[in-house]
């Protein structure tokens, strides 16, 4: 399209578009606007066609505000054109850039002007996008009878500022026109606030605000609803239908109160302070909640806000419409401005009350603050707190709860009830992990209002109902330790809680977590105290158990040892499942059987390769459960009535051989108290290890005493073989060389009695190499005495000793003798026995009485049958021996090791092994000390028939 601007100065051109720009920023009339425009463009420019049209982007169409013809028919020019897709004009709008085409008349793209086009002959035309900023507000076309689109540049540059003009002024009388027909909530709302603080009274501060919502909205009705919080349920306060409504009486609050229960999505959302919006077709509640909320108060649509104070809900402002309305942003904030300025107002009412109750919140915490530090009973304190918190609360029941480790379930540590109600005799289950966690990050008591319809504690929820509880405040008494103990302050009905009474429980509960704290503390301390008691009393039995063979030890101090960990453990029943090493079978000792539903069989003995129990315990480290259920036949033969079993081997370390298995039941307290798990445990350990080792001291006592006893002998038998080789030898050596038949005769026989010396030591080297055997045989009891007094013939000529032998018809040569010859023995009774190691023991004897006499003094033998089968041999002596040695030598019991003993050193040594021997020997022999201070060494010997 050729160039279509009329020829003019440049200067008029420029003053012609200056003025239309300065019109276009002046003009706020819409109308007169667009007639300028249309007036500029027709003056500056040679165009046939000029159409301008306005854009209404909600029905997407176009409306003719007025233009150019040739025939200056404007009806063509005020037509609506509705956009469709593909059409050139839509393209315009939506793409906001020009647009060009050759020939109008056959642009199948504008139907709806190919009529105008050929009726005027328009064909060249260009359509310009009136837009500010990315909104498209309009389209000015520009067509010619010429053909072809193309325009200057400098004619395209002035109809663009021109344009560009028209959509930014466009744009701002838009703008004027929207803020001046939106409605402008945060005037009024400034206005009601102000009229707010000249009223008095609470209701008339109602009134107002209803009265301003009422206006500014224009609804049907408009309310305000009231909560009550102990019955849950809103009653209507304030209507538009008639002010000064005030608080009706009960059968008039019932008529128009809304329930709760039935309006529970509702009330939910109202509790979490979110504004609920109905209406045409629209609902920010569920379906089934929007149709049940509208049939209860009978309307349409519904606005309406929370009323809250301090996260309280307090009731809430509806506004209500009998026909489908579309709320909108202006009234949603209205309406909870509104809300919010009742809720402000609201604090005024009952002020004296809640300082009374604040006040009485402040006395409660105190006086548990000061049981904390009192010597009451922990009872007493609870009664009274419970009393203190029903009242002030007004519920039902208070229940303290605490964790039982043992079965996994919360226990009533205390509770108090209405003086009409019972108390409660069940337990509740763990909580669960989504609930302990809930109460561990919550500030403030946990209120579920309705447990019939709330998840939270979920796993509680049939328990208290079938107790007829309906809402419950549940807070965590220990933040270190959440879950073990718990307060629940609960109701009989659906009832919500303030936030003040929420703080409150949950500082009662802390405080109370304190008191709690304190007595498991005492409770602990005790419990620490009867351990370390019993430690002591079984350290103890464990020493006492050093002096004991290892067969007493197993059967008293095992045994008491034992009774003392079944009574930490506060079980019923204990056994002792024991053997002795190399042994196969166990046996069954009864510790504890305090409990007559307990059955023990204690004359069977225990396999110890095939026992379920005791294979189990061994192959455990520390204890071992077993339930009841899973016991094999077997093991109940032998033991029932028993729910749970405990074992534990007795042994001291895992790599040490048991030497028995203790087996306790019902012992619950080792679940729920790790620190008694370890004592038993430490105990066990000890009791095994004092075993074990008393067991091996007892060997190696046993072993040195053998290898005293075998040294002993040996050492005599030794010296005897000696002296006689000696004897014989000096013989030999006195005869000289034999020189005849006689002398040669004599010293064969003393070269014989020597080979029998040395050959009586064969059997000793051989038989009893490591260890002492005892024979069988029978010697006159004077052919004895006469050869042990002929062994010591020497000793006693040093010391210049007499002995006399009494018994049995023996005389005397009439004149004392220092040789072996001086006795002459008529009796004939004989004794049975090792013969050998009774005369070396008999010789020792001798040799100690020898030892312990003055010079000059005298031994005393007496022999006499005691009974027909005993004889008994007294020698005496007048030595002197300190009391504590003859004392020690008397004792059997067992000497301390460590201590030193002169009874541990020759020759108190030889007398003690000596007696020894002699107790294996089948005799026995005692040292005591006659009142004329005579010692006596009293031996008894088995009589050979």
Known sequence: MRQ??????????????????????????????IENTISYFKEQFDYSLIWIAVYDRLNHILFGKGGVTPDNDNSYLLQRVVLSPGDLLEQVVIQQRPMGVADLRIEKRAEAWQEVATKFDIQGTIIFPIRYKDRCLGVVMFGSKRWGYLIGSEAKAQLMIVVAQLGATLFQIEMDLHHKQTKRPEEVLIQLLEKLRSLATLEQRLEASLSATHEFIVPSLTNIYWFERQESYFWRRISSEFFNLGKASNLKKVQIAVTVEDLSDFYYAMSANQIVWIGDGRSSLKSYSTKHLLQHLDVRSLLAAPIILQKNLLGFL?????????????????????????????????????????????????????????????????????????????ATRFLLLFYNNEVYKYNFFYQSQLHNRRPLNFSLDALKEVD????GRSTEAVNVENLEEDLRFFNWRSSLLKVGLR????????????????????NENNRSWTTVEKKLVQVVAQQLGVIVRQWQLYQQIQHQQEIWRTFGESLRILQSMEKSSVIEGEKQGSVILIEQIANILNSPLALLLSW??????????????????????????????????????????????????????????????????????????????????????????????????????????????????????????????????????KHQRFENTRRNAVILLSKIHGNGIPNNQNTLTGYQQLLRQLDNTIASTTALLKLEQW??????????????IKGCLKGVHKLLKQHKLWVGVHGW??????????????????????????IVKIELIISELL???????????????????????????????????????????????????????????????????????????????????????????????????
């Open 580 to 713: 002795n090493p190399g042994e196969q079978f166990a046996e069954i000792i009864p510790v504890v059987i305090a409990d007559n539903r307990f059955g023990v069989n204690t004359d069977i003995t225990l396999p110890l390769q095939t026992d379920l129990l005791i294979n189990l315990a061994l192959t455990t480290e520390g204890f071992a459960k077993v339930n009841a259920l899973d016991l094999p036949e077997s093991t109940k033969e032998w033991l029932w009535g028993i729910e749970e079993i405990w074992l534990i081997a007795l042994r001291s370390e895992q790599k040490y051989q048991p030497s028995g298995v203790i087996l306790m039941a019902d012992c619950r307290q080792l679940q729920s108290s790790p620190e008694i798990f370890d004592a038993v445990e430490t105990l066990v350990k000890q009791l095994a290890w004092y075993r074990q080792q008393l067991l091996v001291t007892q060997l190696q006592n046993q072993k040195i005493e053998e290898l005293q006893q075998l040294n002993w002998y």
């Open 771 to 784: 260890q002492l055997t005892f024979n069988k045989e029978t010697v006159a009891i004077a052919s004895l």
């Open 436 to 439: 302990a966690q809930l109460l």
């Open 471 to 490: 809402s419950i405040l549940v807070s965590n008494c220990t933040p270190q330790n959440i879950g073990n103990a718990i307060l629940i302050i609960a």
């Open 318 to 394: 509806a506004v209500e419409s009998k026909e489908p309305r579309i709320w909108t942003e202006a009234d949603k904030n209205f309406v909870k401005g509104a809300a919010d300025l009742i809720s402000l107002v609201s604090l005024t009412e009952n002020m004296e009350i809640t300082m009374e109750k604040i006040q009485e919140d402040a006395t409660i915490k105190n006086q548990i603050i000061e049981n904390i530090y009192s010597d009451e009973n922990i009872e007493q304190i609870l009664h009274n707190c419970a009393a203190k918190v029903l009242n002030r609360l007004a």
């Open 809 to 834: 018809g023996q005389k005397s040569s009439g004149k004392e003798s220092d040789t072996d010859d001086w006795l002459i023995f008529s009796s004939q009774l004989t004794i049975s026995g090792d």
């Open 4 to 33: 279509h601007q009329k020829f003019k100065v440049p200067e008029q051109q420029i003053f012609s578009l200056g003025r239309i720009l300065q019109s276009l920023r002046e003009e706020d009339n819409a109308e007169v606007l």
């Open 847 to 945: 040799i100690a009485a020898c030892h312990r006499s003055q010079d000059g003094g005298r031994i005393d033998i007496w022999c006499r049958p005691l009974q027909e089968q005993i004889l008994e041999v007294s020698i005496t002596d007048n030595g002197r021996i300190e009391p504590d040695l003859l004392e020690e030598l008397q004792q059997d019991s067992a000497l301390d090791i460590l201590a030193h003993s002169k009874i541990k050193q020759p020759p108190m040594l030889h007398l003690v092994i000596c007696k020894k021997l002699m107790k294996q020997l089948g005799g026995q022999l005692d040292f005591y000390q006659l009142p004329d201070g005579r010692v006596v060494s009293r031996l008894l010997l088995p009589i050979s028939y």
